[in-house]
C-alpha cells in the first residue's frame, strides 16, 4: 500500500492509505482528529474544511496521496499550546455563532484562512462571500459573519481585544 508523510499539527506522521483513501480519512480514522467533520462527503458542505500548506481546503475532496508531504492544520491545532483559544474561535464562543456546532471547525477553518488573506480587512459582504462553501442548518449566519468581523480585528491588530472590536 502507498505510505504517506503528513505534518499534521506539528507532528510528523507517516501513514499507509489505500490509492483511494480520502484526506479527511486519514485525519478522523488513523489519526483520530475528530474534529474535522463530514457533513456530505460531496465537496458541499465545508464541515471537512482544513489548512494544507495555509490554504483551506475541504479534506474530502482531497486523497491523501495527493497530500503527501504536505503540512495540515486541522480544528486541533490552532488553539495556543497553554489552550489558549484562537481569536477566531474565541469570537464564535464570544458572539454565540454556533448551535449545534456541527458546521464550526470547518468554520472557523475557513474563516482564518480568508481573514489571512485579506490583510485589509474585510467587508460584510466579502465575509459572506467567503463562506459561500460552508452551510450551516442552524444559526442563519448572521452571528458567524459579527464574529469573523470581530476576529479579523483582532488577528489584524485595529483590536487589542474582542470587546474593543466591537466598539
Ligand atoms: S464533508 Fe467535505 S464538503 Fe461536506
Ligand atoms: S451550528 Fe449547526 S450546522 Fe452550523
Do not use: W
Request: proline share 2%; glycine share 10%; net charge negative.
Amino acid at each position: 500500500m502507498p505510505q504517506v508523510t503528513l505534518a499534521v499539527n506539528g507532528t510528523s506522521h507517516t501513514v499507509e492509505v489505500e490509492a483511494r483513501t480520502l484526506l479527511v480519512e486519514v485525519l478522523r480514522e488513523t489519526l483520530r482528529l475528530t474534529g474535522t467533520h463530514v457533513g456530505c462527503d460531496t465537496s458541499q458542505c465545508g464541515a471537512c474544511v482544513v489548512h494544507l500548506d495555509g490554504d483551506s481546503v475541504k479534506s474530502c475532496t482531497l486523497l491523501a496521496v495527493q497530500a503527501q508531504g504536505a503540512t495540515i492544520t486541522t480544528i486541533e491545532g490552532i488553539a495556543a499550546a497553554d489552550g489558549t483559544l484562537h481569536p477566531m474561535q474565541e469570537a464564535f464562543r464570544e458572539y454565540h455563532a454556533l448551535q449545534c456546532g456541527f458546521c464550526t471547525p470547518g468554520m472557523v477553518m475557513s474563516a482564518i484562512d480568508l481573514v489571512e488573506k485579506h490583510p485589509q480587512g474585510l467587508s460584510e459582504q466579502e465575509i459572506r462571500e467567503g463562506l459561500e462553501g460552508n452551510i450551516c442548518r442552524c444559526t442563519g449566519y448572521h452571528n458567524i459573519v459579527k464574529a469573523i468581523a470581530a476576529a479579523a480585528e483582532v488577528m489584524q491588530g485595529r483590536a487589542g481585544t474582542l470587546a474593543s472590536a466591537a466598539e
